[in-house]
Every structure is written in structure tokens, then in C-alpha cells.
């Protein structure tokens, strides 16, 4: 089974500024990995898929990048809307796995 | 508007069984992969199995293999979890949930840009 680590767990931050998520795979995925925001309560949203095609209706501040064992996902400036839950997922193999999650919270 | 809502949940004894059903909305349910993901404190998000648009080829986690049986009514718009042999490790939320793109030849699925509400499975004495 590939393991997803996520990094930091914990991201503390105002609105404004920038956030930056990492998702590290045991082994590589190629680019079948996505990113989902979740809050609570509620269901994940997709934000981006197979790396950094972006999903339907996500801001532009919110990008995508990396290949193999080594993803980011950034958001250039937060917006209140954005604090919660984030997870990565790949679908390179069976079975499909999530990250343990960044909680992205308020300063 | 895509929409799918998930019943069926509820409380059920060790060794029960289960049935949840999807019914989805606003697109043509054939033309997609399907899946069941579960999440829950202890466990996180877990993908519970995955059915392809006509229901071909089906993957269960090992977790739920042998237990669970994931089936889909194209017809009725409607997928379907059957749960049996449930243990208190099998409590969570059930999110009935879309891939992110239609089915073609020779793709697997895996991204789910559509999910239900959730239905809240518990299982306990």
C-alpha cells in the first residue's frame, strides 16, 4: 500500500498569507495524485487532480505542482473560506490511499 | 446539477449487515467510475471500493473484502453498498461520491470530484 505523508499537520496562518502543503508518496505515483479541502462537517471538495489539473470552479489562488513522490500544494494568499482540512490522494495504485491531512487554522 | 444522495445508514449490532444506496442526479450515471469512501476518527479517509461505469471491474480495501458488495442500477441511477458482518471497526461516515472525469478505455478511476452528504454508519452493542 503507498503511504501519503502530509506535512506540516498543522499550518497556523492569517488571511493573506501564503500557504504552502507538502504531500510526500513511499513510492512514486506519477502523477496520479489529488488534493482535497474539506471542512467540517461537510464532504471533501476536489481542488486538483493527476497533479495540477485544477478542478471545476477553484479559485486561481490556489495552485498545484510535483510528479513522482514529491507534491505541493500552494495557496498564493488565504481567504477565510480556505481554513480547514486539506488531503492528498493518489490513484496510481489499488488501493487508492488519502494523506493523514494539514489542518490549515486561523493565527 | 450533479447531485447524490446517500440512505441507508444508521445503528446496527456487530454481525449485522447494512444496505446503502447512491441516487444520483444530474448526469448519466453509465458514463462514470463509481465509489464508496469512508472516514471516521480512528481511521481517516479510507476508499472502500470503486465500480467501473458497467460495473466490470470492481476493487474492495482489504478491510472490507468479503464483506462488503458494491453494486449500481444504471437504469435506476442508483449504486449500492451491501455491508455485512459489520464490526464497531467499520463505524463511519459513508460518502457515495463521482468520478472526476467519464469512463473511457483503458482508465481506472480514483478522483471524485462529486460526493453525497453522507450517510453515518455506527456499529455497536
Known amino acids: 500500500e503507498i503511504v501519503l505523508t502530509q506535512s506540516p499537520v498543522t499550518l497556523s496562518l492569517s488571511p493573506g498569507e501564503r500557504a504552502t502543503l507538502s504531500c510526500r508518496a513511499s513510492?512514486?505515483?506519477?502523477?496520479?495524485l489529488s488534493w482535497y479541502h474539506q471542512k467540517p462537517g461537510q464532504p471533501p471538495r476536489l481542488l486538483f487532480y493527476?497533479?495540477?489539473n485544477r478542478a471545476s470552479a477553484v479559485p486561481a489562488r490556489f495552485s498545484a505542482s510535483g510528479s513522482g513522490t514529491d507534491f505541493t500544494l500552494t495557496i498564493s494568499s488565504l481567504e477565510p473560506e480556505d481554513f480547514g482540512f486539506y488531503y492528498c490522494q493518489q490513484r496510481d495504485k489499488w488501493p487508492l490511499t488519502f494523506g493523514g491531512g494539514t489542518k490549515v487554522e486561523i493565527k | 446539477e450533479v447531485e447524490l444522495l446517500e440512505s441507508g445508514g444508521g445503528l446496527v449490532q456487530p454481525g449485522g449487515s447494512l444496505r446503502l444506496s447512491c441516487v444520483a442526479s444530474?448526469?448519466?450515471?453509465?458514463?462514470?467510475?463509481m465509489h464508496w469512501v469512508r472516514q471516521s476518527p480512528r481511521r481517516g479517509l479510507e476508499w472502500v471500493t470503486r465500480m467501473k461505469s458497467d460495473g466490470s471491474i470492481v476493487s474492495y480495501a482489504d478491510s472490507v473484502k468479503g464483506r462488503f458488495t458494491v453494486s449500481r442500477d444504471n437504469a435506476k441511477n442508483t449504486v449500492y453498498l451491501q455491508m455485512n458482518s459489520l464490526t464497531v471497526e467499520d463505524t463511519a461516515v459513508y460518502y457515495c461520491?463521482?468520478?472526476?472525469?467519464?469512463?473511457?478505455?483503458?482508465?481506472?478511476?480514483?478522483?471524485?470530484?462529486?460526493w453525497g452528504q453522507g450517510a453515518l454508519v455506527i456499529v455497536s452493542s
Open positions: 493527476d497533479a495540477s
Open positions: 444530474g448526469f448519466s450515471l453509465s458514463r462514470y467510475w
Open positions: 461520491a463521482r468520478d472526476v472525469r467519464s469512463d473511457t478505455r483503458n482508465y481506472f478511476g480514483g478522483s471524485s470530484s462529486h
Open positions: 513510492q512514486s505515483v506519477s502523477i496520479y
